[in-house]
DNA sequence: CCGCTACTATGACACTCGTCATAATCGCGG
DNA sequence: CCGCGATTATGACGAGTGTCATAGTAGCGG
């Protein structure tokens, strides 16, 4: 996510992390290689084993986490955004993050998540273990946000994923065509019904 | 797709094509070497560079466009198969194959298209055009059956990325929790959306 | 039997990968 | 300056990869 050239983040750590982050989610995690990690973060390719013991394994894990904690607080930003607080508007914010990704830069990258998900054999268990729990960090501000738009909080959960799902699945589609058309269609199809959801009061 | 266990098809290239389908839904497209492919065909290792000459990149996008072929012709055994021809009815058999395939043999293989897509780094551009033309080879009939059940024709296109990318995307959330539950949430909080873009007549 | 084509067998090549071993360097407290 | 832990540097190793070269084996028309 986010700009994408830049390496931010203060110690080299952390900067390894973010940009395990971004080549994942470019080439997958099989394709992404700890030279290449250390390389992008111009940080020295000694500190790989200093400060993750755990190997690759853990290193993705990590990044996988970032990225997990990175779309919650994206989640809230938007919310504190939206002109009006409607499920729809939140959606569609959700979805224009990745069309204006697509814009600047083409479908060259997508969720760094789903990559671990699908390349779980190089990723390995405790990747998936982080994906799982990223998913999860990721539901629970839009849940959230969704009871506070007055929606029950029994459907809050279900529609929060939907919401990601729909997002991951139609972002996949849209990195095969090139186009962000899958985006936009499930972002004005599901639109109506997040709104239907809200109880009136 | 399918049992997953046994290699049908009749030629050696046939069965290697189906092979690699299998293996790259399970570790990614990086994380299948050709010699596995050659291996779980039980076909000759030297046939690999006499089928696909064009080398790894020509048999993933083989097997990237066999299985949406696989997927279309599923969904006209779906429609086939349904009791009453309601849009929500298809969608959910559309899921059910995949909790079926859970519950049989656990959350360890995914769509072999996500991951060309993921993958695309290991796959070549070729897998990125394969997988965009399995979506619309996936897409089709869909459509086609939304059609029929009386949805407009103007939005069953649309529909039919919905459903497509909400499966794709519930099944990422689903493989990461390991659980199905993505899966059923999906199918029951959007069929009455879809049941309700059939036009009365 | 010959010749030809389709297919298979096998080993090697060049390369990349993750990981480890070892040593050098830095930054400080004492 | 010494010592010591934290960090970095560098090279090597073994295992894997895709691909190629070369030879071998069927199978069949003539």
Redesign the interface.
């Known amino acids: 996510m986010a700009a994408a050239g830049e390496v931010p983040g203060r110690g080299p750590r952390e900067r390894m992390v973010f940009s395990a982050a971004q080549l994942i989610r470019?080439?997958?995690?099989?394709?992404t290689g700890m030279r290449d990690v250390a390389a992008h973060a111009r940080a020295p390719r000694g500190s790989l084993q200093h400060y993750f013991p755990g190997g690759k394994e853990e290193l993705v894990a990590e990044a996988v986490e970032w990225a997990g904690r990175y779309a919650a607080r994206r989640v809230g930003r938007f919310v504190a955004g939206l002109p009006e607080p409607k499920p729809s508007a939140l959606f569609a914010a959700m979805v224009r993050q990745w069309t204006d990704e697509f814009a600047a830069q083409g479908a060259t990258a997508?969720c760094p998540?789903?990559?671990a998900?699908?390349?779980?054999?190089?990723a390995g268990e405790a990747a998936?273990t982080a994906?799982?729990a990223?998913?999860a960090a990721w539901a629970a501000p839009v849940s959230r946000a969704l009871t506070d738009m007055g929606v029950p909080s029994a459907?809050a959960d279900?529609?929060a994923?939907?919401m990601?799902?729909?997002?991951?699945?139609?972002?996949?589609?849209a990195?095969?065509?090139?186009d962000t058309?899958?985006l936009t269609?499930?972002a004005?199809?599901?639109g109506?019904?997040l709104d239907a959801a809200v109880e009136r009061r």
Do not use: N, Q, S
Request: hydrophobic letters at 55%; glycine letters at 12%.
């Open positions: 470019r080439g997958g995690v099989g394709a997508g998540v789903a990559a998900v699908v390349d779980c054999a190089d998936r994906a799982a990223a998913f459907r279900a529609l994923t939907l990601m799902g729909a997002v991951e699945g139609a972002l996949l589609i990195r095969a065509e090139r058309r899958a269609v499930v004005h199809e599901l109506p019904l």
